[in-house]
């Protein structure tokens, strides 16, 4: 399994590398693999069913020139950002336990808590898909998957030194919520988990087995990552400043 710690400029990039790592998976051109990224700019990305009338405060994210993006997966929307460390892995679906997706989320995630907690953080399991402390119940990871042929992609975010105040400015209460939430506003539900990026990466490569860094985007893999730009329907409104 490969370690891939690659983050990009654009948004959309980094949005849709998840992408084209899954495809090149369930075309045989490449394996499993481990991916951290962060973007330097914030942006705001839809769940695949998301609606954004619901979700999203449009006066605040247009006043300050947010761009809003769509991925392919589940989940609900998050606003992407410094402090927001992402993590995305690429299994085979002949892994035990990965073809049901309440118990890919069980595993997956249990490596991901197995890790916080040995960084200190009093981290729980909430499913669908969700982390949070355990005694205050605030959530700092939600997690998403898309599904291919043979292979799953499930990605997700860690808060651990996000600015939460750009959350409901941006975002609208949703209409539908998770009943550990409580009706707690955003401010009220969400916080940062005070880890070290760096041993958190180290500790759950350890976890997954990584055998192999690659940081560096090849030739195939840029082809269809610029292709994936120019087809995919993964903008919803492009802002510009």
Same mark, same amino acid.
């Given at each position: 399994?490969?370690?891939? #710690?690659?983050?990009?400029?654009?948004?959309?990039?980094?949005?849709?590398?998840?992408?084209?790592?899954?495809?090149?998976?369930?075309?045989?051109?490449?394996?499993?693999?481990?991916? &951290?990224?962060?973007?330097?700019?914030? &942006?705001?990305?839809?769940?695949?069913?998301?609606?954004?009338?619901?979700?999203? *405060?449009?006066? *605040?994210?247009?006043?300050?020139?947010? !761009? /809003?993006?769509?991925?392919?997966?589940?989940?609900?929307? /998050? /606003?992407?950002?410094?402090?927001?460390?992402? %993590? @995305?892995? /690429?299994?085979?679906?002949?892994?035990?336990?990965?073809?049901?997706? $309440?118990?890919? %989320?069980?595993?997956?995630?249990?490596?991901?808590?197995?890790?916080?907690?040995?960084?200190?953080?009093?981290?729980? &399991?909430? !499913?669908?898909?969700?982390?949070?402390?355990?005694?205050?119940?605030?959530?700092?990871?939600?997690?998403?998957?898309?599904?291919?042929?043979?292979?799953?992609?499930?990605?997700?975010?860690?808060? %651990?030194?996000? !600015?939460?105040? $750009?959350?409901? +400015?941006?975002?609208?209460?949703? $209409?539908?919520? !998770?009943? %550990?939430?409580?009706?707690?506003?955003?401010?009220?539900?969400?916080? *940062? @988990?005070?880890? #070290?990026?760096?041993?958190?990466?180290?500790?759950?490569? +350890? $976890? &997954?087995?990584?055998?192999?860094?690659?940081?560096?985007? *090849?030739?195939?893999?840029?082809?269809?990552?610029?292709?994936?730009?120019?087809?995919?329907?993964?903008?919803?409104?492009?802002?510009?400043?």
């Amino acid at each position: 399994m490969i370690l891939r #710690d690659i983050s990009f400029q654009l948004p959309e990039e980094n949005i849709l590398f998840d992408e084209v790592l899954l495809h090149m998976a369930d075309k045989h051109q490449a394996g499993e693999c481990l991916r &951290f990224w962060e973007s330097p700019v914030p &942006f705001i990305v839809l769940g695949r069913a998301s609606k954004e009338h619901k979700d999203l *405060n449009w006066d *605040n994210i247009e006043k300050k020139c947010i !761009p /809003v993006l769509r991925r392919s997966s589940g989940g609900g929307t /998050v /606003v992407q950002g410094g402090g927001c460390l992402n %993590y @995305a892995v /690429v299994l085979s679906k002949k892994r035990e336990g990965l073809s049901g997706i $309440k118990s890919s %989320y069980q595993i997956i995630l249990g490596k991901i808590i197995e890790t916080l907690i040995g960084l200190g953080i009093d981290a729980q &399991f909430f !499913p669908l898909s969700d982390i949070a402390i355990s005694g205050t119940r605030r959530k700092f990871s939600g997690n998403a998957q898309r599904r291919g042929r043979e292979h799953i992609l499930q990605h997700g975010t860690i808060l %651990y030194d996000f !600015p939460l105040d $750009k959350i409901s +400015q941006y975002l609208l209460m949703p $209409k539908d919520i !998770p009943e %550990y939430r409580k009706s707690r506003s955003h401010l009220d539900f969400v916080c *940062n @988990a005070a880890i #070290d990026r760096k041993r958190f990466k180290d500790i759950l490569a +350890q $976890k &997954f087995a990584i055998q192999k860094v690659n940081n560096i985007l *090849n030739q195939d893999e840029r082809i269809v990552l610029d292709n994936f730009i120019g087809t995919k329907d993964y903008v919803v409104r492009a802002i510009h400043g």
